[in-house]
């Protein structure tokens, strides 16, 4: 008896050790179990096999997954803008997607390189616009067409530092109806991840895009931030090369080894 109610729970899951190794904390684990044991019944003890169990933490994984809502309508198209600390990939990002929107979607764009309270020096949004045939532009004023995609390329922002996060909010207040991407190099640790987020979540965040996945092993690591954030993870970039790869995230790219065949 006493055993059936540890069995209800949690602790007789043995995906514990799944867990442990995609490199989950505790708390977010929990979350997960808590989930498995909610699609298996609350009053059941766990499966027989690991395998019945890893089917039961692959649904659980799916549902705690927060899609993207899709861009709006062709009226409208998106304002990106990607914010994040100094080096995390915002412009590197900015130039991938600009890259598929140009020569793979085949669509229009525009492009902003804007200064904040600091001044936007890096020149990599400038170099491509040339490569490409865009023209950056230095300063706001407005979107007159919004049928045309927008980038936004911003500095860098030292997340310990309040008066620059106070400063990146004045900025964005100047771009309503922008879609904010938060630009984390996934190569950090979850700790760092977390406090980010967290410095962060003041400001109007859409979503999450994930760098540097070519100098990480460990993917699995970042459902703690599906799990410790309201937002979703929209896309994952690996490597330096623009295009390069750049995609849509979904569930099944962060845990290969629990989704795998
Ligand atoms: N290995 C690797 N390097 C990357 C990746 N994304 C960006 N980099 C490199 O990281 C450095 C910083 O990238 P940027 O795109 O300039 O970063 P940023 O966030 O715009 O930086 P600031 O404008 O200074 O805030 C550059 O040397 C990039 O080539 C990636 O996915 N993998
Ligand atoms: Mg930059």
Redesign the pocket.
């Known amino acids: 008896m006493e055993e059936e109610e540890a069995g209800v729970r949690g602790s007789l899951w043995r995906c514990s050790a799944v867990f442990d190794r995609l490199g989950l904390l505790p708390l977010h684990a929990e979350r997960v179990l808590a989930r498995m044991q909610e699609i298996h019944g609350e009053d059941r003890r766990p499966p027989e096999t690991l395998a019945q169990e890893v089917a039961i933490a692959k649904s659980a994984l799916l549902q705690l997954w927060r899609p993207t809502p899709r861009p709006g309508s062709k009226e409208s198209a998106p304002l990106h803008v990607?914010i994040?600390?100094?080096?995390?990939?915002?412009?590197?990002?900015?130039?991938k997607w600009l890259a598929q929107t140009l020569l793979i979607d085949n669509q229009p764009a525009r492009v902003w390189r804007l200064d904040g309270r600091t001044t936007?020096?890096?020149e990599?949004v400038s170099l491509y616009g040339e490569i490409l045939r865009v023209r950056v532009e230095r300063t706001w004023n407005g979107r007159d067409d919004g049928a045309v995609a927008g980038f936004v390329?911003?500095?860098?922002?030292d997340f310990h530092d309040r008066e620059s996060v106070d400063g990146l909010a004045e900025t964005l207040a100047r771009l309503p109806g922008a879609t904010v991407h938060l630009?984390l190099?996934a190569a950090y640790t979850v700790p760092l991840l977390m406090a980010q987020a967290r410095a962060f979540s003041g400001l109007p965040v859409d979503d999450m895009i994930l760098?540097?996945?070519?100098?990480e092993t460990s993917w699995g690591k970042l459902w703690n931030l599906v799990l410790g954030t309201t937002y979703p993870v929209s896309r994952l970039?690996?490597?330096?090369n623009i295009p390069?790869?750049f995609w849509e995230a979904q569930a099944e790219h962060l845990s290969g080894s629990l989704f795998g065949p």
Request: hydrophobic share 35%; net charge negative; charged share 15%.
């Open positions: 990607f994040g600390v100094p080096g995390s990939g915002k412009s590197t990002v900015l130039c936007n020096a890096s990599l390329d911003l500095a860098g922002v630009v190099n760098t540097h996945l070519d100098e970039s690996a490597g330096q390069g790869r």
